[in-house]
């Protein structure tokens, strides 16, 4: 499994079985990604832990004891690697979630890539 899947699967899990942190080996992927949730406010808080900031410590958000992530799903695969363009990209059930993409602008939301009218890979969708 490739390191986004592994972050996924434990951000779900942890959020599920109500904990409040945990944390995760480091990678410049993975950091953009919890900096893009922790704007979003599906995470609280980020930071690098360990000797040498080798792993990032992922402080869950909660809003009156439910988890702000509800479900995520991986889109894009090692498999199958999905491209949207910027005219492609619609909300996310309704509006109440959101894709992660990797543009040539960095890792964004669907809201700031459809801004910056640029399209890339869609990494998952969160709600």
């Known amino acids: 499994m490739d390191s986004v899947s592994n972050f996924l699967n434990k951000l779900s899990i942890a959020s599920k079985t109500g904990k409040e942190s945990f944390t995760f080996p480091l990678s410049r992927l993975v950091s953009d990604i919890g900096t893009v949730l922790e704007k979003q406010g599906y995470v609280s808080g980020i930071a690098r832990k360990g000797k040498r ?24 695969k090692q498999s199958k690697r999905v491209y949207f363009g910027v005219r492609e990209l619609r909300p996310v059930r309704s509006g109440f979630g959101m894709r992660i ?13 459809r801004a910056l009218r640029v399209g890339g890979e869609v990494l998952f969708e969160i709600w």
């Open 53 to 76: 900031g080798r792993y990032l410590e992922v402080t869950l958000a909660y809003t009156d004891r439910q988890p702000a992530v509800k479900g995520v799903r991986r889109i894009s």
């Open 101 to 113: 993409l990797s543009t040539p602008k960095g890792v964004l939301a669907d809201k700031e890539a």
